[in-house]
């Protein structure tokens, strides 16, 4: 547009030159950005023990449409922006997230998170261990015996069963009477233990409630976040469009233009961040309740490659490698 305008000699060198500025430094920033989604694709491909490559072709996506349906007459003159928000907005390739969200949350599904079970299984076992330290308090008593052949045979061969079996029995009985007082500390401490893992537990359940609390709200306030840029980025665009027009038709300066296309790139950052951000809280919502046991519910825990790997080395794995699949609550 600048350089159409200088070369009719409507505009001086300085608006062509304010333009180029803002081209080049506009695709100065794509270097860094194109380096980011690289190692962002490949941490992805490592958490899906995958290569990069096969990653790509996921994610994969053509903008050319999205492009010409954004840009009115882009070899002409007069340049336009689409003010249909279903061309300039719904340019993504990051998964829509669209809950019907309420902070109604059934209790039940924060027992699926790992931490939770660690914690409560942790309390079991400190539980169990004051059963077993008590005991101790008690006499017990066993059983043993025992059979042989009393042999007479000067070779002494155990396998002549002709010499006289012998065999004894009797009872074990012990008691740790004289050590009372040190099994009773070994009680209080193993109280305690089971105290603090039980301390443990509850502060476990209550950092649970606050994930689930954080990203609900989360999501609530970002989406409404998201709707008022939205907004926002209309008007730019709108705004963009009329300083355009009165650029091209000598009523304002470029400096006018300047400054709307950038509020315009500006509030397009902004709009894709917090998209952005509206994904990421629903998979700390998910995450926060324990999501993904039920991708692994009733399914094998081996792949059919893995054993077939596992057959192939020559160890007997004997009835592991049969059909065993994951159960959860």
Known sequence: MTEIQFNSGNVSELDMQQARTQLYTTRAKLPSIELSKLKYLNAIALLLGTTEDKMQKLLDD????????????????????????????????????????????????????PDIKVAEYKARIESAKIGSTKALLYPSFVLIGNIGINAT??????????????????????????????????????????????????????????????????YIYTK??????QKALK?????????????????????????????????HDIYAQIKALVAVDAVLLYKSLGGGWQYSNNKEYLSKEMKTNLKSSNIDWGEYLKDAKLKTN
Do not use: H
């Open 224 to 229: 409404k976040q998201l709707q008022e840029n």
């Open 235 to 267: 008007a730019t665009i709108r705004a963009f469009n009329l300083s355009a027009k009165q650029y091209n038709d000598g009523l304002v300066s470029y400096q006018r233009l300047l400054s709307t296309v950038e509020k315009l790139t500006a509030t």
């Open 62 to 113: 053509d903008f050319k449409d999205v492009v010409n349906n954004y840009i009115k007459n882009p070899s002409q003159m007069d340049i336009e922006l689409s003010e249909n928000t279903k061309n300039t907005l719904g340019v993504s390739i990051i998964p829509e997230a669209d809950f019907n969200i309420t902070k109604d949350i059934d209790i039940s599904l924060l027992k699926q998170r």
């Open 153 to 218: 045979d000067a070779s002494g061969s155990w396998t002549k069963f002709s010499d006289a079996p012998t065999i004894s029995a009797g009872p074990s009985f012990s008691w740790n009477i004289f050590q009372y007082e040190r099994i009773k500390n070994k009680i209080r401490l193993q109280d305690a233990i089971f105290e603090e893992s039980m301390l443990n537990y509850n502060k476990t359940v209550l950092k649970a409630l606050n994930d689930v609390s954080n990203a609900i709200n989360g």
